[in-house]
């Protein structure tokens, strides 16, 4: 058979489209993904037959033409996002979104998001009301602030800070406190795009609070104060307490501002964890803003939080940069009911996932991984060893540098298998499984993982191994 008789055998594309199952492909997709698809597999086609005029090559794609156009548009049309199995141990897990929200705030989120809502609108008044009012006056009640707001993220919130406080003034920050966050995010950067002049004191390791007033001037705007949150500097150290540089600033009419980082608003040594300065102790102390993630210890949304003195609060809500940073009616809505939780501090400490998976106890995590060890040995060949094993895993999101959490893991190893190949596979699967890989083995760590996953696990891993 020639060529031109090949190509007008090629089916057309109105009845391919009438077969049964690129009908039922159109009903759950739409109609022009699945003819955007089916054309380029025909222009595929003609391409094969003009290179290789082959009966074969027209028969094979009649034949498989229908399964492949529905594998194709399937692949356009799954979600890139999508759920998966922290295995890791790393609670506050940056690349896998941090913070898990507490399922009461999902399941009021999605009530909220059905239509309309009041997100910019008083109702006692009936006329525009402001995003912040939702949460305002529980930020307020919560932390002892006088106003608060929030911005999309806690980067967002410093660069506001700084800009609307320091006024393209002097901001004045001490060089063991120039710190960088995740993606190369520098305090000094932060400082320097605010439009503000950097007046850095101290060293490294040594500040004391004589370098913050010898370096004063009448150009002076603010004083940063910055939590170091991500790291942990000990040996030869000094540095200048929050009370006293606020005494500082009370005594020179400079205000001060601090970037506390994480944030947190209970105090973490009752459960066990190392002492956290709380957004409370700042307030407390004079420090005239103070702003934070929303999405680390506070165990909400991503958000950049920002509280203190009605005046620097004001002039923050008024600065161009807001509208550009302002958070979404999610968000909002997130945050409201995060927040509200906290008024009542074991109800928070037990039903936000961040809190309640940092204060597990071990006993409760040796048990699960007994649950889901019992699973995997009874559904995985005999070949295969399953142990349970101790780990210390970090909390992540640069939160409490140098704290581990003990907890216990369920480690799988074959003879002869490849950890780091096994653990790419685990992470294709239908349901992505995140694990960790040591001495050649798979650990999947219990203080991130939900009891409701270990069916779904057990099954990915069965398949897989």
């Known amino acids: 058979m020639n060529k031109n008789e090949l190509f007008r055998k090629i089916p057309k594309v109105d009845v391919l489209m009438s077969e049964p199952r690129l009908q039922s492909a159109i009903e759950r997709f739409g109609k022009e993904p699945v003819i955007t698809v089916l054309r380029d597999a025909l222009e595929e086609l003609r391409k094969k037959l003009n290179e290789n005029p082959s009966e074969e090559i027209l028969e094979n794609f009649v034949q498989t033409i229908q399964e492949r156009v529905l594998h194709k548009v399937e692949d356009h049309k799954e979600a890139n996002l999508k759920h998966v199995v922290n295995a890791t141990g790393v609670i506050l897990h940056t690349n896998l979104g941090r913070a898990p929200l507490p399922p009461i705030a999902l399941e009021k989120l999605m009530e909220q998001m059905k239509g309309y809502m009041n997100l910019e609108y008083n109702l006692s008044e009936g ?75 101290g060293t490294t390791n040594k500040t004391r609070l004589e370098d913050y007033e010898d370096a004063i001037t009448e150009e002076t705007g603010a004083f940063l104060k910055v939590h170091t ?188 298998m490849n950890a780091e190949a096994f653990a790419a596979s685990l992470r294709e699967g239908e349901l992505p499984i995140i694990a960790r890989v040591s001495e050649d083995c798979i650990l999947l760590d219990l203080r991130t993982m939900y009891e409701e996953e270990f069916d779904a696990v057990v099954a990915t891993i069965k398949a897989k191994m």
């Open 127 to 201: 006329k525009r009301g402001e995003r912040y009012s939702h949460f305002e006056e529980l930020l307020c009640r919560l932390t002892g602030a006088e106003a608060a707001m929030a911005v999309n993220n806690n980067a967002a919130a410093a660069l506001l800070m700084v800009s609307a406080v320091g006024d393209g003034k002097e901001v004045i920050v001490s060089r063991g406190e120039q710190i960088e966050i995740g993606g190369k995010f520098r305090i000094p950067d932060i400082i320097d795009q605010s439009g503000c002049q950097r007046v850095e004191v």
């Open 229 to 416: 949150s991500n790291y942990k500097l000990v040996g030869f150290t000094q540095s200048v307490e929050r009370d006293e540089l606020c005494a500082l600033a009370k005594k020179t009419g400079i205000p001060v501002i601090e970037d506390l980082g994480s944030g947190v608003l209970i105090d973490l040594s009752r459960y066990g964890l190392r002492k956290e300065p709380t957004v409370q102790e700042s307030i407390a102390a004079g420090v005239d803003v103070v702003c934070f993630s929303g999405d680390k210890l506070l165990g909400g949304p991503q958000a950049g939080i920002l509280v203190g003195k009605r005046e620097w609060i004001a002039k923050c809500k008024k600065h161009p940069l807001t509208r550009a940073m302002r958070i979404d009616k999610c968000t909002a809505a997130m945050l409201e009911t995060v927040l509200s939780m906290y008024e009542d501090e074991h109800y928070a400490v037990e039903h936000i996932p961040v809190l309640s998976r940092m204060t597990m106890p071990v006993e409760e995590l040796k048990e699960k991984a007994d649950s889901l060890a019992g699973k995997l040995v009874a559904a995985l060949p005999k070949e295969v060893n399953v142990s349970i094993v101790k780990t210390e895993t970090p909390i992540g999101g640069g939160s409490l540098p140098g704290e581990l959490l003990k907890s216990y893991a369920v480690m799988l190893g074959k003879e002869g």
